[in-house]
């Protein structure tokens, strides 16, 4: 008799188009995320609606947020197989997201590292949507009720929050929501800034000569590697030691994410050959994984077609999904619901 097919577990990330994507949102992210991809059911999607928590010109978040999704496809999320799709266009995710908010506690919003961070950074506009941001991303997790949620060290934090509010939920309603655990790659899952390896790589950084983004020239990438800063030690080799050697830790944890190879091979590789032989040879490890990456998303940004049927596709999957758990949500907590 054949026996029934497991059901996959389901794997849930997005990324915010605040900046375009870098090394740091591959190797934390989406690499990840294409390496699971076979294993698991899969939802991916560009949260442009926390993008606006900050201040964007409206054009260029347009561009970034179809870029990242031709980006995603071109890492290798095959559209038929995930699903993949832009958080504006699918509604139940800003109707959840207030449901959550009115479960959220204001203590526990106030020590999210990441608010203390930004609303430091940019006193001048600590809007409400910075503040009530985990709700949203509560409900964008969810609302698929997804095994994994996984994500770079920086957002672990948020879901354990959704955790929290998963459970709190829950435990006044009944069985609503399942529970994800968090899934933090073990190389790559914190990429630092090439010229301040103490900062993580972020694709909000203005300046910009310290991050690789994934649209780069092969010769813009060669040359921020080059400059990248190495550490002001006497020993001057290829070693691992994040506490004393960040800058070097860093280009090593991004040659071993890049490469596959171990820490140990990477320090016999180089054993003798100092920073001058071992920076290039990160920038252009780098420079041949993401070429084929840059050549077919520019390839799909010029077919405007292919890419709105993948937003339509991808937000009807979605939203089919996603209204089963909101439709039960207000249910519960005792609205009239849709008629
Ligand atoms: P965001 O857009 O800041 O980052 C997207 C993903 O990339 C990871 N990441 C990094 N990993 C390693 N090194 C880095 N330098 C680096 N920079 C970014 C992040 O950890 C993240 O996994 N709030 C989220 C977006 C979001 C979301 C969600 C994620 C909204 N709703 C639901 C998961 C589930 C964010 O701002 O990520």
């Not at 992210?29 to 609606?49: G, I, S």
């Not at 920073?275 to 993401?290: I, S």
Request: net charge neutral; charged share 30%.
């Amino acid at each position: 008799m054949d026996t029934v097919p497991e059901k996959k577990k389901v794997m849930l990330s997005g990324i915010k188009p605040t900046g375009d994507l870098t090394l740091g949102s591959y190797l934390g992210a989406v690499k990840n995320w294409v390496e699971r991809a076979e294993l698991y059911d899969n939802y991916y999607f560009m949260a442009d609606l926390h993008a606006l928590t900050t201040r964007n010109n409206p054009a260029e978040l347009r561009r970034r947020t179809l870029e990242q999704l031709a980006q995603y496809v071109a890492c290798g999320l095959a559209p038929e197989k995930n699903t993949l799709f832009i958080q504006s266009q699918v509604h139940q995710h800003a109707e959840l997201g207030w449901v959550l908010n009115c479960y959220t506690m204001f203590g526990e919003l106030s020590r999210m590292t990441q608010f203390k961070d930004k609303s430091a950074k940019n006193a001048d506009n600590i809007n409400g949507g910075l503040f009530t941001y985990p709700s949203l991303m509560a409900a964008d997790i969810l609302l698929y009720q997804p095994d994994y949620v996984p994500v770079g060290d920086d957002q672990k934090q948020h879901v354990e929050l959704t955790r929290d509010v998963a459970q709190r939920f829950n435990n006044l309603y009944g069985e609503t929501f399942k529970v994800p655990e968090p899934f933090i790659p073990k190389v790559g899952a914190r990429v630092m800034d090439l010229l301040d390896p103490r900062s993580k790589m972020s694709k909000s950084d203005e300046i910009g000569n310290g991050r690789i983004l994934l649209m780069e020239a092969p010769e813009d990438i060669m040359r921020k590697f080059k400059r990248a800063v190495t550490d002001s030690d006497t020993e001057r080799c290829v070693r691992y030691d994040p506490e004393n050697k960040p800058g070097v830790s860093n280009l090593m944890s991004i040659y071993a994410a890049v490469t596959g190879k171990s820490f140990d091979e990477i320090e016999a590789e180089f054993d003798g050959k100092g920073y001058g032989v071992f920076k290039p040879a990160v920038g252009e490890a780098v420079v041949e994984t993401l070429r084929p990456i840059r050549e077919e998303a520019a390839r799909i940004m010029k077919d405007k077609a292919y890419l709105e049927n993948l937003c339509r596709e991808g937000a009807q999957r979605a939203s089919y999904i996603a209204e089963k758990t909101l439709r039960k949500v207000y249910r519960k907590v005792g609205l009239v619901g849709r008629v």
